[in-house]
Protein backbone atom coordinates (compact mmCIF):
# COMPACT_ATOMS: atom_id res chain seq x y z
CA UNK A 1 0.00 0.00 0.00
CA UNK A 2 1.48 3.25 -1.36
CA UNK A 3 -0.80 5.83 -1.73
CA UNK A 4 -4.54 7.31 -0.78
CA UNK A 5 -6.28 6.04 -4.15
CA UNK A 6 -9.53 7.47 -2.90
CA UNK A 7 -9.72 9.95 -0.45
CA UNK A 8 -13.60 11.01 1.22
CA UNK A 9 -13.96 14.11 2.97
CA UNK A 10 -17.00 15.03 5.02
CA UNK A 11 -19.53 13.31 2.59
CA UNK A 12 -22.88 14.33 3.78
CA UNK A 13 -26.55 13.32 2.57
CA UNK A 14 -29.96 13.45 4.51
CA UNK A 15 -33.03 12.46 3.87
CA UNK A 16 -36.73 12.89 5.08
CA UNK A 17 -36.70 12.47 8.67
CA UNK A 18 -32.80 11.12 8.71
CA UNK A 19 -29.45 11.70 8.37
CA UNK A 20 -28.03 8.65 6.46
CA UNK A 21 -24.15 10.16 6.27
CA UNK A 22 -22.92 12.98 8.46
CA UNK A 23 -19.37 14.09 7.74
CA UNK A 24 -18.18 11.16 6.86
CA UNK A 25 -14.26 10.83 5.96
CA UNK A 26 -12.18 8.36 5.33
CA UNK A 27 -8.88 6.78 2.82
CA UNK A 28 -8.76 3.64 1.01
CA UNK A 29 -5.29 2.86 -0.25
CA UNK A 30 -3.69 1.15 -3.42
CA UNK A 31 -3.53 -2.38 -2.98
CA UNK A 32 -5.76 -1.87 0.20
CA UNK A 33 -8.63 -4.79 1.26
CA UNK A 34 -10.73 -1.95 3.34
CA UNK A 35 -13.56 -2.77 5.61
CA UNK A 36 -16.74 -0.31 5.99
CA UNK A 37 -18.83 -1.76 8.90
CA UNK A 38 -21.71 -0.44 10.57
CA UNK A 39 -25.12 -1.98 12.06
CA UNK A 40 -28.27 -2.38 9.80
CA UNK A 41 -29.35 1.70 8.95
CA UNK A 42 -25.79 2.67 9.36
CA UNK A 43 -25.15 4.79 6.45
CA UNK A 44 -23.31 2.18 4.39
CA UNK A 45 -25.45 1.73 1.53
CA UNK A 46 -25.83 5.21 1.09
CA UNK A 47 -22.26 6.03 1.07
CA UNK A 48 -21.35 3.12 -1.47
CA UNK A 49 -24.32 4.58 -3.82
CA UNK A 50 -22.98 8.03 -3.58
CA UNK A 51 -18.98 6.59 -4.23
CA UNK A 52 -20.75 4.49 -7.34
CA UNK A 53 -22.49 7.93 -8.60
CA UNK A 54 -25.82 6.31 -7.65
CA UNK A 55 -27.24 9.06 -5.14
CA UNK A 56 -25.25 12.82 -5.47
CA UNK A 57 -24.22 13.81 -1.60
CA UNK A 58 -25.84 16.96 -0.42
CA UNK A 59 -22.04 18.24 0.89
CA UNK A 60 -18.30 16.79 1.20
CA UNK A 61 -15.72 15.75 -1.38
CA UNK A 62 -14.44 12.82 -3.09
CA UNK A 63 -11.03 12.62 -4.80
CA UNK A 64 -9.90 9.61 -6.82
CA UNK A 65 -5.91 9.24 -7.48
CA UNK A 66 -5.83 12.71 -6.20
CA UNK A 67 -8.24 14.47 -9.01
CA UNK A 68 -11.89 15.74 -7.73
CA UNK A 69 -14.07 12.76 -8.61
CA UNK A 70 -17.93 13.49 -8.34
CA UNK A 71 -19.58 10.44 -10.50
CA UNK A 72 -23.14 11.61 -11.77
CA UNK A 73 -24.36 8.19 -12.83
CA UNK A 74 -22.52 4.71 -12.62
CA UNK A 75 -21.59 5.29 -16.03
CA UNK A 76 -18.66 7.99 -14.69
CA UNK A 77 -18.14 5.93 -11.97
CA UNK A 78 -16.98 3.00 -14.27
CA UNK A 79 -15.51 5.34 -16.48
CA UNK A 80 -13.23 7.03 -13.61
CA UNK A 81 -12.46 3.05 -12.57
CA UNK A 82 -14.79 2.80 -9.84
CA UNK A 83 -16.60 -0.76 -10.24
CA UNK A 84 -19.10 -3.02 -7.76
CA UNK A 85 -19.88 -5.92 -7.22
CA UNK A 86 -23.81 -5.43 -5.82
CA UNK A 87 -25.23 -8.09 -2.75
CA UNK A 88 -27.99 -9.06 -5.62
CA UNK A 89 -26.86 -10.30 -8.44
CA UNK A 90 -28.04 -8.45 -11.95
CA UNK A 91 -28.03 -11.14 -14.27
CA UNK A 92 -30.32 -12.69 -16.87
CA UNK A 93 -30.94 -16.39 -16.32
CA UNK A 94 -31.62 -16.96 -20.35
CA UNK A 95 -28.27 -15.62 -21.44
CA UNK A 96 -24.71 -17.26 -21.48
CA UNK A 97 -22.30 -15.80 -19.23
CA UNK A 98 -20.78 -13.66 -22.58
CA UNK A 99 -23.89 -12.10 -23.48
CA UNK A 100 -24.84 -10.80 -19.81
CA UNK A 101 -21.50 -9.16 -19.46
CA UNK A 102 -21.95 -7.46 -23.25
CA UNK A 103 -25.04 -5.74 -21.70
CA UNK A 104 -23.07 -4.30 -18.65
CA UNK A 105 -20.24 -2.53 -21.31
CA UNK A 106 -20.37 0.44 -23.11
CA UNK A 107 -18.79 -0.89 -26.04
CA UNK A 108 -18.82 -4.36 -26.10
CA UNK A 109 -16.34 -6.24 -28.45
CA UNK A 110 -17.92 -9.21 -30.73
CA UNK A 111 -19.32 -12.27 -28.43
CA UNK A 112 -16.32 -14.35 -30.24
CA UNK A 113 -13.58 -11.42 -28.93
CA UNK A 114 -15.64 -10.97 -25.49
CA UNK A 115 -15.59 -14.57 -25.06
CA UNK A 116 -11.45 -15.33 -25.27
CA UNK A 117 -11.33 -11.90 -23.25
CA UNK A 118 -13.43 -13.67 -20.42
CA UNK A 119 -11.31 -17.03 -20.37
CA UNK A 120 -7.92 -15.08 -20.33
CA UNK A 121 -8.96 -12.67 -17.16
CA UNK A 122 -10.84 -15.77 -15.63
CA UNK A 123 -7.56 -17.71 -15.96
CA UNK A 124 -5.25 -15.30 -14.47
CA UNK A 125 -7.16 -14.52 -11.27
CA UNK A 126 -8.88 -17.73 -10.52
CA UNK A 127 -12.04 -17.66 -11.85
CA UNK A 128 -12.95 -20.62 -13.89
CA UNK A 129 -15.99 -19.98 -16.12
CA UNK A 130 -16.95 -20.90 -19.50
CA UNK A 131 -18.29 -18.12 -21.34
CA UNK A 132 -20.75 -20.11 -23.14
CA UNK A 133 -22.59 -21.28 -20.42
CA UNK A 134 -26.31 -20.19 -19.35
CA UNK A 135 -26.60 -18.34 -16.16
CA UNK A 136 -29.89 -20.03 -15.31
CA UNK A 137 -28.00 -23.32 -15.33
CA UNK A 138 -24.81 -21.74 -13.17
CA UNK A 139 -24.51 -21.92 -9.20
CA UNK A 140 -24.67 -19.12 -6.68
CA UNK A 141 -20.95 -19.17 -6.45
CA UNK A 142 -20.25 -19.09 -10.45
CA UNK A 143 -22.69 -16.07 -10.93
CA UNK A 144 -21.07 -14.19 -8.19
CA UNK A 145 -17.73 -15.21 -10.36
CA UNK A 146 -19.96 -13.88 -13.88
CA UNK A 147 -20.77 -10.17 -11.87
CA UNK A 148 -16.83 -10.14 -10.63
CA UNK A 149 -15.63 -10.86 -14.33
CA UNK A 150 -17.98 -7.82 -15.84
CA UNK A 151 -15.89 -5.50 -13.13
CA UNK A 152 -12.77 -7.11 -14.24
CA UNK A 153 -13.06 -6.48 -17.56
CA UNK A 154 -13.14 -2.55 -16.95
CA UNK A 155 -9.75 -2.38 -14.82
CA UNK A 156 -11.00 -1.29 -12.14
CA UNK A 157 -8.52 0.67 -9.41
CA UNK A 158 -11.59 0.50 -6.70
CA UNK A 159 -13.68 -2.48 -6.54
CA UNK A 160 -16.91 -2.54 -4.05
CA UNK A 161 -18.24 -5.49 -2.67
CA UNK A 162 -21.62 -5.39 -0.88
CA UNK A 163 -21.65 -9.16 1.12
CA UNK A 164 -19.93 -11.08 -1.27
CA UNK A 165 -19.78 -14.22 0.39
CA UNK A 166 -23.67 -14.49 1.80
CA UNK A 167 -24.50 -17.51 -0.76
CA UNK A 168 -21.16 -19.41 -0.95
CA UNK A 169 -19.46 -22.14 0.45
CA UNK A 170 -16.44 -22.23 2.87
CA UNK A 171 -14.49 -24.16 -0.43
CA UNK A 172 -15.81 -20.85 -2.54
CA UNK A 173 -14.99 -17.91 -0.39
CA UNK A 174 -11.49 -19.24 -0.13
CA UNK A 175 -11.60 -18.82 -4.03
CA UNK A 176 -12.64 -15.53 -3.69
CA UNK A 177 -10.53 -14.73 -0.93
CA UNK A 178 -7.76 -15.81 -2.97
CA UNK A 179 -8.57 -13.69 -6.17
CA UNK A 180 -9.51 -10.66 -4.17
CA UNK A 181 -5.11 -10.95 -3.02
CA UNK A 182 -4.19 -10.91 -6.74
CA UNK A 183 -6.30 -8.51 -7.34
CA UNK A 184 -4.48 -6.17 -4.56
CA UNK A 185 -1.22 -7.17 -5.80
CA UNK A 186 -2.10 -5.67 -8.96
CA UNK A 187 -2.41 -2.06 -7.10
CA UNK A 188 -6.39 -2.75 -6.87
CA UNK A 189 -7.89 -1.15 -3.43
CA UNK A 190 -11.10 -3.25 -2.44
CA UNK A 191 -14.16 -1.38 -0.58
CA UNK A 192 -15.03 -4.37 1.54
CA UNK A 193 -18.69 -4.55 2.50
CA UNK A 194 -19.74 -7.82 5.38
CA UNK A 195 -21.58 -8.48 8.54
CA UNK A 196 -19.00 -11.44 8.95
CA UNK A 197 -16.74 -10.49 11.17
CA UNK A 198 -14.34 -13.07 11.01
CA UNK A 199 -14.20 -13.13 7.77
CA UNK A 200 -13.42 -8.88 7.37
CA UNK A 201 -10.30 -10.40 10.15
CA UNK A 202 -9.39 -12.90 7.48
CA UNK A 203 -8.99 -10.54 5.02
CA UNK A 204 -9.20 -7.07 5.36
CA UNK A 205 -6.38 -4.92 6.20
CA UNK A 206 -8.53 -1.85 7.77
CA UNK A 207 -11.89 -1.33 8.48
CA UNK A 208 -13.84 1.79 8.82
CA UNK A 209 -16.91 1.72 11.24
CA UNK A 210 -19.95 3.17 10.93
CA UNK A 211 -22.69 4.06 13.66
CA UNK A 212 -25.87 6.29 13.02
CA UNK A 213 -24.46 7.82 9.72
CA UNK A 214 -21.02 8.45 11.25
CA UNK A 215 -17.74 7.60 11.07
CA UNK A 216 -16.62 6.31 14.63
CA UNK A 217 -13.26 5.21 13.88
CA UNK A 218 -10.86 2.71 12.49
CA UNK A 219 -9.13 -0.28 13.52
CA UNK A 220 -6.77 -2.99 12.07
CA UNK A 221 -9.18 -6.17 11.62
CA UNK A 222 -6.31 -8.63 12.40
CA UNK A 223 -5.33 -6.67 15.63
CA UNK A 224 -8.90 -6.37 16.51
CA UNK A 225 -11.67 -8.81 18.03
CA UNK A 226 -15.48 -9.93 16.14
CA UNK A 227 -16.65 -9.04 19.61
CA UNK A 228 -14.64 -5.27 19.89
CA UNK A 229 -15.82 -4.65 16.34
CA UNK A 230 -19.69 -5.47 16.76
CA UNK A 231 -19.13 -3.42 20.00
CA UNK A 232 -17.83 -0.15 18.79
CA UNK A 233 -20.28 -1.24 15.48
CA UNK A 234 -23.42 -0.67 18.34
CA UNK A 235 -22.08 1.16 20.87
CA UNK A 236 -22.80 -1.56 23.63
CA UNK A 237 -21.40 -5.05 24.35
CA UNK A 238 -23.14 -7.92 22.11
CA UNK A 239 -24.67 -10.65 23.67
CA UNK A 240 -24.41 -13.90 22.16
CA UNK A 241 -27.66 -16.06 21.91
CA UNK A 242 -28.32 -18.45 24.51
CA UNK A 243 -29.59 -22.06 24.28
CA UNK A 244 -31.55 -23.65 26.63
CA UNK A 245 -31.76 -27.18 27.05
CA UNK A 246 -34.88 -28.75 25.74
CA UNK A 247 -35.90 -32.35 25.15
CA UNK A 248 -38.19 -32.25 21.90
CA UNK A 249 -41.77 -33.03 21.50
CA UNK A 250 -44.21 -35.06 19.70
CA UNK A 251 -43.80 -34.93 15.59
CA UNK A 252 -44.90 -31.18 14.48
CA UNK A 253 -43.90 -31.61 10.85
CA UNK A 254 -43.42 -34.92 8.91
CA UNK A 255 -42.18 -34.73 4.78
CA UNK A 256 -42.28 -38.42 3.18
CA UNK A 257 -41.04 -38.78 -0.18
CA UNK A 258 -41.63 -34.96 -1.27
CA UNK A 259 -41.03 -34.98 -4.80
CA UNK A 260 -42.31 -31.31 -6.57
CA UNK A 261 -41.52 -29.94 -9.68
CA UNK A 262 -40.06 -26.29 -9.92
CA UNK A 263 -42.65 -23.64 -11.64
CA UNK A 264 -38.99 -21.87 -12.88
CA UNK A 265 -37.19 -23.27 -15.98
CA UNK A 266 -33.95 -22.32 -13.79
CA UNK A 267 -35.28 -23.48 -10.51
CA UNK A 268 -34.56 -26.80 -9.17
CA UNK A 269 -37.22 -30.13 -8.76
CA UNK A 270 -37.22 -31.80 -5.01
CA UNK A 271 -36.53 -35.21 -5.17
CA UNK A 272 -37.76 -37.30 -2.70
CA UNK A 273 -37.26 -35.35 0.25
CA UNK A 274 -37.61 -37.25 3.87
CA UNK A 275 -37.63 -35.60 6.80
CA UNK A 276 -39.67 -34.86 10.62
CA UNK A 277 -39.38 -31.79 12.91
CA UNK A 278 -40.08 -32.26 16.45
CA UNK A 279 -41.69 -29.46 18.23
CA UNK A 280 -39.21 -27.60 20.38
CA UNK A 281 -36.69 -28.78 17.89
CA UNK A 282 -34.43 -26.17 15.47
CA UNK A 283 -33.40 -28.17 11.96
CA UNK A 284 -31.12 -26.60 10.30
CA UNK A 285 -30.75 -27.05 6.75
CA UNK A 286 -27.74 -25.67 4.28
CA UNK A 287 -26.70 -25.85 0.90
CA UNK A 288 -25.19 -23.17 -1.96
CA UNK A 289 -28.33 -21.02 -3.08
CA UNK A 290 -30.26 -22.67 -6.03
CA UNK A 291 -30.18 -26.42 -5.19
CA UNK A 292 -34.11 -26.24 -3.82
CA UNK A 293 -33.80 -24.00 -0.95
CA UNK A 294 -37.17 -22.40 -2.20
CA UNK A 295 -38.85 -24.81 -3.64
CA UNK A 296 -38.66 -26.19 -0.08
CA UNK A 297 -40.10 -23.71 1.60
CA UNK A 298 -42.86 -23.14 -1.68
CA UNK A 299 -43.63 -26.80 -1.43
CA UNK A 300 -44.06 -26.29 2.88
CA UNK A 301 -45.42 -23.20 2.48
CA UNK A 302 -48.28 -24.14 0.12
CA UNK A 303 -47.13 -22.13 -2.48
CA UNK A 304 -46.30 -25.58 -4.61
CA UNK A 305 -48.92 -27.69 -4.44
CA UNK A 306 -47.56 -31.77 -3.29
CA UNK A 307 -49.19 -34.82 -3.23
CA UNK A 308 -51.70 -35.77 -0.25
CA UNK A 309 -49.48 -37.25 2.03
CA UNK A 310 -46.40 -35.93 1.50
CA UNK A 311 -46.74 -32.95 3.94
CA UNK A 312 -48.01 -33.55 7.51
CA UNK A 313 -48.80 -31.09 10.19
CA UNK A 314 -49.04 -32.99 13.34
CA UNK A 315 -50.43 -35.84 11.86
CA UNK A 316 -52.80 -34.33 9.26
CA UNK A 317 -52.21 -34.00 5.63
CA UNK A 318 -51.74 -30.88 4.47
CA UNK A 319 -49.79 -31.32 0.87
CA UNK A 320 -53.39 -29.86 -1.03
CA UNK A 321 -53.97 -26.92 1.13
CA UNK A 322 -53.13 -23.83 0.77
CA UNK A 323 -50.50 -20.72 2.32
CA UNK A 324 -53.91 -19.25 4.44
CA UNK A 325 -55.24 -22.71 5.62
CA UNK A 326 -51.94 -23.81 6.82
CA UNK A 327 -50.93 -20.37 8.74
CA UNK A 328 -54.42 -21.08 10.50
CA UNK A 329 -53.42 -24.67 11.70
CA UNK A 330 -49.95 -23.23 12.76
CA UNK A 331 -47.95 -23.29 9.87
CA UNK A 332 -45.83 -20.10 9.29
CA UNK A 333 -43.21 -19.20 6.94
CA UNK A 334 -40.67 -16.08 6.17
CA UNK A 335 -38.98 -16.31 2.86
CA UNK A 336 -35.40 -15.38 1.34
CA UNK A 337 -36.69 -12.34 -0.39
CA UNK A 338 -37.51 -9.95 1.51
CA UNK A 339 -38.82 -7.14 -0.82
CA UNK A 340 -41.30 -8.27 -3.03
CA UNK A 341 -42.09 -11.83 -1.64
CA UNK A 342 -41.87 -11.74 2.45
CA UNK A 343 -43.14 -7.66 2.09
CA UNK A 344 -44.80 -5.98 -0.11
CA UNK A 345 -42.26 -2.86 -1.09
CA UNK A 346 -44.78 0.04 -1.43
CA UNK A 347 -47.26 -1.09 1.21
CA UNK A 348 -46.61 0.19 4.50
CA UNK A 349 -45.23 -1.55 7.67
CA UNK A 350 -48.62 -1.59 8.74
CA UNK A 351 -50.26 -3.26 5.81
CA UNK A 352 -47.57 -5.30 5.44
CA UNK A 353 -47.80 -6.82 9.18
CA UNK A 354 -52.25 -7.38 7.77
CA UNK A 355 -50.61 -9.39 5.02
CA UNK A 356 -49.70 -12.51 6.85
CA UNK A 357 -51.03 -11.41 10.52
CA UNK A 358 -54.69 -11.06 9.98
CA UNK A 359 -55.95 -14.25 10.43
CA UNK A 360 -53.49 -15.03 13.60
CA UNK A 361 -53.72 -11.61 15.91
CA UNK A 362 -57.47 -10.89 14.79
CA UNK A 363 -57.13 -8.43 12.49
CA UNK A 364 -60.31 -8.45 10.37
CA UNK A 365 -63.93 -8.22 11.73
CA UNK A 366 -66.80 -8.92 9.72
CA UNK A 367 -64.62 -8.61 6.25
CA UNK A 368 -63.31 -5.01 7.64
CA UNK A 369 -60.14 -4.25 8.80
CA UNK A 370 -59.02 -3.67 11.97
CA UNK A 371 -56.75 -0.65 11.53
CA UNK A 372 -56.05 0.31 15.16
CA UNK A 373 -55.33 -3.39 15.87
CA UNK A 374 -53.17 -3.62 12.53
CA UNK A 375 -50.90 -0.73 13.59
CA UNK A 376 -50.47 -1.85 16.91
CA UNK A 377 -49.05 -5.27 15.94
CA UNK A 378 -46.81 -3.39 13.60
CA UNK A 379 -45.64 -1.45 16.54
CA UNK A 380 -45.32 -4.36 18.42
CA UNK A 381 -42.88 -5.67 16.26
CA UNK A 382 -40.73 -2.40 15.99
CA UNK A 383 -40.58 -2.34 19.23
CA UNK A 384 -39.36 -6.19 20.18
CA UNK A 385 -37.29 -6.56 17.07
CA UNK A 386 -35.52 -3.21 16.96
CA UNK A 387 -36.43 -1.87 13.57
CA UNK A 388 -34.80 1.41 12.67
CA UNK A 389 -37.87 3.04 10.73
CA UNK A 390 -39.67 6.58 11.32
CA UNK A 391 -43.47 5.43 11.97
CA UNK A 392 -45.76 2.08 10.95
CA UNK A 393 -46.65 4.25 7.97
CA UNK A 394 -43.43 4.35 5.85
CA UNK A 395 -43.19 1.88 3.03
CA UNK A 396 -41.51 -1.17 3.37
CA UNK A 397 -38.86 -0.08 0.53
CA UNK A 398 -37.72 2.53 2.45
CA UNK A 399 -36.15 0.57 5.25
CA UNK A 400 -32.77 -0.99 4.86
CA UNK A 401 -32.31 -4.61 3.82
CA UNK A 402 -31.62 -5.64 7.55
CA UNK A 403 -34.07 -3.71 9.28
CA UNK A 404 -36.84 -4.96 7.15
CA UNK A 405 -35.88 -8.79 7.53
CA UNK A 406 -35.79 -7.69 11.06
CA UNK A 407 -39.90 -6.78 10.66
CA UNK A 408 -40.32 -9.76 8.50
CA UNK A 409 -38.63 -12.26 10.94
CA UNK A 410 -40.14 -10.60 14.14
CA UNK A 411 -43.76 -10.57 11.89
CA UNK A 412 -43.75 -14.37 11.69
CA UNK A 413 -42.33 -15.20 15.34
CA UNK A 414 -44.79 -12.62 17.23
CA UNK A 415 -47.53 -14.80 16.18
CA UNK A 416 -46.29 -17.56 18.01
CA UNK A 417 -46.02 -20.63 15.29
CA UNK A 418 -46.77 -24.37 15.64
CA UNK A 419 -44.43 -24.90 13.21
CA UNK A 420 -41.61 -22.17 11.67
CA UNK A 421 -40.05 -22.43 8.61
CA UNK A 422 -37.66 -19.40 7.91
CA UNK A 423 -35.11 -19.03 4.94
CA UNK A 424 -32.20 -17.03 5.39
CA UNK A 425 -33.39 -15.50 8.79
CA UNK A 426 -30.28 -13.28 9.19
CA UNK A 427 -29.44 -12.82 5.69
CA UNK A 428 -27.82 -9.16 5.60
CA UNK A 429 -28.13 -8.15 9.33
CA UNK A 430 -25.90 -6.99 11.38
CA UNK A 431 -23.93 -8.67 14.07
CA UNK A 432 -26.16 -7.54 16.97
CA UNK A 433 -29.52 -7.59 14.88
CA UNK A 434 -28.12 -11.71 14.17
CA UNK A 435 -27.91 -12.18 17.93
CA UNK A 436 -31.21 -11.09 18.67
CA UNK A 437 -32.97 -13.04 15.87
CA UNK A 438 -31.51 -16.08 16.59
CA UNK A 439 -32.10 -15.67 19.96
CA UNK A 440 -35.90 -15.02 19.09
CA UNK A 441 -35.85 -18.23 17.59
CA UNK A 442 -34.12 -20.34 20.03
CA UNK A 443 -36.91 -18.61 22.74
CA UNK A 444 -39.94 -19.97 20.30
CA UNK A 445 -37.81 -23.58 20.15
CA UNK A 446 -37.83 -23.49 24.00
CA UNK A 447 -41.88 -22.96 24.23
CA UNK A 448 -42.35 -25.36 21.95
CA UNK A 449 -42.14 -24.30 18.20
CA UNK A 450 -40.93 -26.49 15.87
CA UNK A 451 -38.41 -24.97 13.65
CA UNK A 452 -37.19 -25.49 9.99
CA UNK A 453 -33.93 -22.92 9.90
CA UNK A 454 -32.88 -22.96 6.16
CA UNK A 455 -29.48 -21.08 5.64
CA UNK A 456 -26.20 -20.79 3.97
CA UNK A 457 -24.55 -18.94 6.98
CA UNK A 458 -22.84 -22.43 9.01
CA UNK A 459 -22.09 -20.31 11.74
CA UNK A 460 -25.86 -19.87 12.38
CA UNK A 461 -26.40 -23.19 11.80
CA UNK A 462 -23.80 -24.66 14.52
CA UNK A 463 -25.28 -21.73 16.70
CA UNK A 464 -28.89 -22.83 16.93
CA UNK A 465 -29.83 -26.11 15.40
CA UNK A 466 -30.14 -29.16 16.70
CA UNK A 467 -30.03 -31.65 13.59
CA UNK A 468 -28.34 -30.59 9.75
CA UNK A 469 -29.13 -31.65 6.73
CA UNK A 470 -27.84 -30.29 3.21
CA UNK A 471 -29.89 -29.69 0.08
CA UNK A 472 -28.27 -30.46 -2.85
CA UNK A 473 -29.36 -30.62 -6.49
CA UNK A 474 -33.12 -30.87 -4.61
CA UNK A 475 -32.00 -34.10 -3.08
CA UNK A 476 -31.35 -33.97 0.95
CA UNK A 477 -28.72 -35.73 2.35
CA UNK A 478 -28.76 -37.38 6.17
CA UNK A 479 -30.06 -35.23 8.50
CA UNK A 480 -27.35 -35.91 11.69
CA UNK A 481 -27.15 -34.00 15.04
CA UNK A 482 -25.18 -30.69 14.68
CA UNK A 483 -22.93 -32.17 17.73
CA UNK A 484 -21.50 -34.26 15.30
CA UNK A 485 -20.46 -32.34 12.56
CA UNK A 486 -17.46 -29.71 11.85
CA UNK A 487 -18.02 -26.62 9.60
CA UNK A 488 -15.64 -28.51 6.66
CA UNK A 489 -17.96 -31.57 6.89
CA UNK A 490 -20.69 -29.30 6.82
CA UNK A 491 -19.38 -27.28 3.65
CA UNK A 492 -18.62 -30.58 1.74
CA UNK A 493 -22.40 -32.00 2.51
CA UNK A 494 -23.18 -28.76 0.80
CA UNK A 495 -21.02 -28.97 -2.13
CA UNK A 496 -22.73 -32.60 -2.67
CA UNK A 497 -19.72 -34.46 -1.88
CA UNK A 498 -20.37 -36.10 0.72
CA UNK A 499 -23.33 -38.13 2.30
CA UNK A 500 -25.80 -37.41 -0.15
CA UNK A 501 -28.04 -40.34 0.35
CA UNK A 502 -32.48 -39.47 1.35
CA UNK A 503 -32.59 -39.11 5.00
CA UNK A 504 -35.40 -41.20 6.31
CA UNK A 505 -36.08 -39.61 10.13
Not at 44 to 73: C, F, H, N, Q, W
Not at 147 to 174: F, N
Request: glycine letters at 10%; hydrophobic letters at 45%.
Amino acid sequence: MTASLLAISGLTKAYPGVVANDDVSFTIDEGEVHALLGENGAGKSTLVKMIYGLVKPDSGTMTLRGAPYTPSEPRAARAAGVAMVFQHFSLFDALSVAENIALGMENPPPLRDLARRIRAVSETYGLPLDPDRVVGDLSAGERQRVEILRCLLQDPRVLIMDEPTSVLTPQEVDILFATLRKLTADGVAILYISHKLEEIRALCDRATILRQGRNVGTCLPAQTTARDMAQRMVGTSVTPPTRIARPAGAAALEVTGLSVRSPSPFGTELKNIHLTLASGEILGIGGVAGNGQDELLAALSGELRSPGGAIRLKGAPIGRLRPDARRRLGLLTAPEERLGHAAAPDMTLTENALLTGATREGLLARGFIRWPATESFARRIIARFDVRTPSPGTAARALSGGNLQKFVIGREVLQRPDVLIVNQPTWGVDAAAAAAIRQALLDLAANGTAILCISQDLDELMEIADRFGALNEGRLSDIRPTAQLGIDQIGLMMGGAHGMEVAHV
